[in-house]
């Protein structure tokens, strides 16, 4: 990597370079702890640029305002799945990095599926997520929540820190996907352990290898496991709908209990985690919420906004040239939305990087946009809602327990999550 035209090395500097010519991104770091230092500076430059990924990943381009990102999310010419751009027109060297666990059949879910396969993927599990089967999930959600809070307080008693990640933003979330999909208590630990290798972004190829292996074969016993004695879980239900027709094939059934259970608790973990890191630094919004607990539905929003759990969207392909904000990416080329830039477009939410609990949020990109939206959502804001509610409620004197530039970020391009959250509860 060259020092030529480095975006926000000093990140205050803006480039000059060309949309169409690369600039090294600096995903180091001084940028997972704050992103939005790199971020400001891209969006002033215009929407849409060329940069180099650190780590070898190589060449993308990155969309950083709110009107383009939204725009590239919906765009039927940006497609996800990366076996059919490598057939047809992609550079295999190119995408590398970009590709996790391949070898192991993990990726045939229906994040990296584009029409008809995405749709067809998405139907058998629409159903089990929309808002009023997940709204029958909550008396579970609040005994979960409770249990662990119990547990967090019998830890912070006598003023003792406790890590808000590890004892309750994780396992809310983890506990709450296990259930729902039939994954058995004793197996969540080492499935989460998996998770965690699996999305760290520097792996070596042995070690991904390793990882991916791991939980595809422990997610093919799961599936003999539930064809042998079938559950009232959702896992069940994928199990028959593959031997009762010809909906999925077993590769995708791997797959989808992957990206279910993959995507239904690294997320929500910071929903919860980053949420309560941003009242904590904002005393009077957080008196606000104490004050008004009505406001804690759109508060959950203004956090996706704010500080959201995904920094970027998942890997895309221009299937042909595509014009982005005056900008020509040609065919062949990846991709990435900043869903955390698009968030704090001013063009899009005056005064953004203000954190306003009272705020018209709706429309932020945090749960993504078009075909892909998170189909997670309703169980994720339901989970936040509940999570929120009763720790204001139960902890009136929480507090940091570090000093506020102690906390760091996980380094990872992808995901904004926090590695611990030292709290007092009184
Ligand atoms: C606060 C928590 C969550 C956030 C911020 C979040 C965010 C997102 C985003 C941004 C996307 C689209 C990615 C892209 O287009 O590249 C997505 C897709 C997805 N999410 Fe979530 N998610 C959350 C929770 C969940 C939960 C609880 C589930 C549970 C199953 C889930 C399952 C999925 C699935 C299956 C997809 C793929 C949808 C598709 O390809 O059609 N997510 N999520």
Known sequence: MTDAGVVGSSAAEPTGASPASSVPLPLDADFFQDPEAVYSVLREEGPVRKVVFPLGWGEAWIVTRYEEARAALADPRLLKNDRVAVAQYLDPEQIGEFRLGEDEGLLVHMLSSDPPDHTRLRNLVNKAFTSRRVEALRPRIEAITEQLLDDMAARGANGEPVDLIDVFAGPLPMTVICELLGVPPNDRDDFR??????????????????????????????????RAQPGEDLLTALVQARDDGDRLDETELIAMAFLLLLAGHETTVSLIGNGVLALLRNPDQLHRLRAEPSLIGGAVEEFLRYDGPLNLATTRFTSEPVRLGGVEIPRGQIVMVSLASANHDQRRFPDAGRLDVTRRSSGHLGFGHGIHYCVGAPLARLEGEIAFRRILDRFPELALAVDPSEVRWRQSFVFHALEHLPVRLS
Not at 194 to 203: P, Q
């Open 193 to 226: 352990s998996w998770c965690t290798v699996v999305v760290a972004d520097d792996l070596t190829e042995d070690e991904e290898r390793t990882a991916s292996a791991a939980i595809a074969g422990y997610l093919r016993q799961l599936v003999a496991a539930k």
